[in-house]
């Protein structure tokens, strides 16, 4: 959700000539997953998981990444100026860290290889610039 939101505000913002401007520091520290990694998660647990107890399908918790950098990784797949890319300190920068743990997934699936920030970044900002038009804003 909020990679959605920062893309829209990025490209909102590179097509009006704007700054992109993203509440707090951004130096809280999150867990993204790709989508169309949740979306193989969700096939397994559907297929595969047995189990009455929940489990959580998140990245590993070494693969936290700071609202910051993700924000900055999103302008530079978008070609966003950087030095247009802003932080309102106004605004409250929430939790520091809201880490889950994987582990119960990793016993199950240890060689699941997540899709790495970068490149779910750049593939998701192409898909949203290719699709803006029609993509739910």
């Known amino acids: 959700v909020y990679q959605r939101q920062v893309s829209t ?13 993203v509440w707090g520091s ?8 790709y989508s169309l990694d949740l979306a193989k998660l969700f096939v397994w647990v559907v297929k595969e ?4 107890d929940p489990i959580i399908l998140s990245v590993d ?19 966003f100026p950087l030095e247009r890319l ?3 300190t106004t605004k409250a920068d929430g939790q ?23 490149t779910a970044i750049q593939e998701s900002v ?3 610039e290719d699709n803006y038009e029609t993509a739910r804003k």
Do not use: H
Not at 12 to 20: E, P, V
Not at 26 to 33: A, E, K, N, S, Y
Not at 49 to 52: G, H, M, N, P, V
Not at 104 to 111: F, H, V, W
């Open 26 to 33: 951004g130096t809280p520290l999150r867990q993204f997953i």
């Open 96 to 118: 520091f860290k809201k880490t889950a743990s994987n582990r119960k997934l990793r016993t199950y699936l240890p060689n699941f290889q997540f899709t790495p920030i970068e």
């Open 86 to 88: 802003k932080f309102d």
């Open 61 to 79: 918790e070494q693969d936290e990444i700071s609202i910051k950098d993700v924000a900055t990784l999103i302008a530079k797949a978008s070609n």
């Open 9 to 21: 505000q990025s490209t909102g913002a590179k097509k009006n000539n704007t700054d992109f401007v």
């Open 126 to 128: 192409k898909w949203f």
């Open 49 to 52: 998981y047995e189990e009455i």
